[in-house]
């Protein structure tokens, strides 16, 4: 009880730090017609400090493997993530429409130029850059907000200055962001944050226009960190502001680079496995830049977690396995956003769907929409397919995929690919046959196979797409944080994690209901007095989540 206390009085105390935020808002209307202006924008930004305590420390991945040498090239193919043949050629859609035909040659020893002359980058091949023009004017038809937001602050150039490094996905969505932040004055240095889901043609794309892109699909772990390196390490070009999506690049700048790291003005997190690293950080008082949590949001909650994964879960199963789901009975391990999407899907498509749980709240929900919360181990011997999304580690340990039946299938839907133990795989006892991309059969002595996909990484992009749309709405949100802390007067932002008030996210949600033909219904000044708000919001209080 005291702790909820606690947690009451500091909601409290960041509801009075940020009632001035409502009025300088009050002039910003939620309705389509929206106008905004940059410099509104900025000084009506007061994000809320959050001091969330992380129950479990997320450790520092090992010395040896990440920051405390340097890639070699003579070492990178012995880190090859597969077994089997190399992963880099295509199946889905999500992959690069010329991967099967190219050469096995390593990006990284080839010799590249783009048609300004330009060799600063590294992708599978520059010349699959038409192909990936299509594919970001095809994702710019469903991203009408972003583009609402680019077309209203270019003039501006709030970014006018900004030294972006990224280390997202490099989707074609992504892609629109990027080019946002470009548009808005930035310059921008980019690479993967999974080593499965860059979409070749759409980092070729990029890489034409200017964009230096280290990525390609099927890089191996040392392709990985060199790929990171190269874009932090430039010379004559120093980042000031980082984009990340896990918190690799976060990471490897502050162990590699410390006097590079001090001198960023902000960092923007958008997984919950990056935040999760940025509080240990700030916990541990070695966070020494304001650190901006978008996975937080209610906009990155609520409808890229959630609505994302409701519909990219049966797409990349479908798109890797052809399984059919009515009467399977399949493990989703987690109930948080991402894990109600999927068992919605699921249990729509007539699956018998059971899930694992450490939080009691989350189990309650679970049991209450219809699910039969149990221990793994209950029944390990009977299900078909098991989903992980906790953004914990071994989660589905050697053990219990040992006792798994013939043709079970075991994939992940949290960000980090160490929800299941795939390194207890690479035994000598068990074959691995490849028979798809992204799609290995690891087959134990006595002929029982498991099919494992994407070899334990994020299965809706490494195995399929995902909806533009709800891509959006996050691009939005992070747009708005990097702008809003690149532009932030000094003082403005501790050395901690912040997230963003809600009237930023309903500003984000109201720029996207007008694909909807929404119309939202005002309050009257009566209604207003009633409830507390400003008729304009926002609506809900900053602790709300």
């Known amino acids: 009880m005291s702790e909820a206390t606690g947690e009451m009085k500091q909601a409290s105390k960041d509801v009075k730090e940020s009632e001035n935020v409502a009025e300088k808002y009050s002039a ?57 043949q190399s992963s880099t050629d295509s199946y889905s859609s999500a992959a690069s429409y010329t991967d099967s035909s190219d050469d096995e040659t390593s990006p990284r020893d080839k010799t590249q130029v783009n048609s300004k002359g330009s060799s600063d980058f590294c992708v599978k091949n520059i010349k699959q850059a038409e192909f990936g023009r299509r594919e970001i004017e095809i994702a710019e038809q469903d991203m009408s907000a972003l583009l609402a937001l680019r077309k209203r602050a270019q003039s501006e150039k709030p970014l006018a200055g900004a030294k972006i490094v990224g280390c997202t996905h490099i989707t074609a969505q992504t892609a629109v962001l990027i080019e946002t932040l470009v548009a808005l004055g930035a310059q921008c240095r980019w690479t993967a944050c999974n080593i499965y889901s860059t979409q070749n043609e759409v980092a070729a794309a990029l890489s034409e226009i200017g964009v230096a892109v280290f990525a390609w699909k099927g890089e191996s772990e040392d392709d990985f960190w060199w790929c990171i390196d190269r874009c932090v390490n430039n010379e004559g070009w120093q980042p000031n502001m980082i984009l990340d999506d896990g918190g690799d690049l976060t990471h490897w700048m502050y162990k590699k680079y410390p006097n590079v790291f001090k001198k960023i003005r902000g960092i923007v997190e958008e997984s919950v496995t990056g935040v999760h690293r940025l509080y240990q950080l700030s916990k541990a008082g070695k966070l020494c830049v304001p650190a901006m949590n978008v996975n937080d949001s209610v906009t990155k909650q609520k409808f890229d977690n959630l609505y994302c994964c409701r519909e990219s879960i049966l797409d990349g199963l479908k798109r890797t396995t052809d399984v059919m789901f009515g009467g399977k009975q399949v493990v989703v391990c987690g109930y948080g956003e991402v894990g109600k999407g ?25 049991c209450m929409d219809g699910f039969r919360v149990v221990k793994l181990n209950e029944v390990i011997r009977q299900v078909d397919i098991i989903i992980t999304c906790t953004g914990n580690k071994n989660v589905v340990t050697r053990d219990q995929l040992d006792r798994m039946k013939n043709g079970s299938i075991v994939c992940n839907m949290g960000h980090s690919n160490t929800e299941i133990d795939v390194a207890s795989l690479r035994t000598p006892e068990l074959t691995w046959e490849r028979v798809r991309s992204q799609v290995d059969h690891v087959i134990w002595p006595d002929g029982k196979r498991v099919i494992l996909l994407a070899e334990g990484r994020l299965l809706n992009l490494s195995c399929s797409t995902v909806p533009t749309f709800v891509l959006s709405i996050t691009a939005t949100t992070q747009a708005l944080a990097m702008i809003e802390l690149y532009n932030a007067p000094e003082g403005r932002y501790k050395q901690d994690v912040y997230l963003l008030p809600k009237k930023m996210d309903e500003y984000v949600a109201s720029l996207h209901l007008a694909t909807f033909d929404a119309h939202l219904t005002e309050l009257s000044d009566e209604q207003a007095k009633y409830l507390g708000l400003n008729k304009n919001g926002p609506f809900k209080p900053n602790y709300y989540r």
């Not at 924008?41 to 040498?69: C, G, M, N, W, Y």
């Not at 999927?342 to 679970?366: H, M, R, S």
């Open 28 to 84: 910003l209307t939620v309705s389509k017609n929206t106008e905004m202006n940059m410099e509104e924008l900025s000084s009506a930004f007061s994000a809320v400090p959050t001091h969330k305590p992380v129950k479990k420390q997320i450790q520092f991945v090992e010395d040896k493997q990440e920051f405390s040498r340097f890639p070699t090239k003579a070492g990178r193919r012995s880190l090859s993530r597969s077994i089997s």
């Open 342 to 366: 999927c068992c919605a899907a699921l249990k729509a498509l007539g699956a018998i769907v059971y899930i694992t749980e450490i939080d009691p709240i989350c189990a309650l929900q679970a």
